[in-house]
Nanobody, 118 residues
Framework: QVQLVESGGGLVQVGGSLRLSCVAS????????MGWFRQAPGKEREFVAS????????WYADSVKGRFTISRDNAKNTVYLQMNSLRPEDTAVYYC???????????WGQGTQVTVSS
């Protein structure tokens, strides 16, 4: 499995922006499709966004489409989540995850807290 470490979370006001980063190590980063997930208190973990190994294709949950952008830099072994126009309902712990082609998300970071205050 690949090791993942997220950073960039914090407290932001409604309408603000944050950029999350996730650095991978231990395996060849470009072999993995990457995803961001989040878990709010009392709720199940949910999909936020994903990007293919090359970065050429991205997918988003309807709730973040048009506000969040996922990207990756394979030279830096890093995946990013740019979050704009943040809302209170975006408050959650955000996790990055990795999966091989045809595999499931089985490598997870420790998470980073994002709190959006009104």
């Amino acid at each position: 499995q690949v090791q993942l470490v997220e950073s960039g979370g914090g407290l932001v006001q409604v309408g603000g922006s944050l950029r999350l980063s996730c650095v991978a190590s231990g395996r060849t980063f470009s072999n993995y499709n990457m995803g961001w997930f989040r878990q709010a208190p009392g709720k199940e973990r949910e999909f936020v966004a994903s990007v293919t190994r090359s970065g050429g294709s991205q997918w988003y949950a309807d709730s973040v489409k048009g506000r969040f952008t996922i990207s990756r830099d394979n030279a830096k072994n890093t995946v990013y989540l740019q979050m704009n126009s943040l809302r209170p309902e975006d408050t959650a712990v955000y996790y990055c995850s990795a999966r091989r082609d045809l595999g499931s998300y089985d490598s997870w970071g420790q998470g980073t807290q994002v709190t959006v205050s009104s």
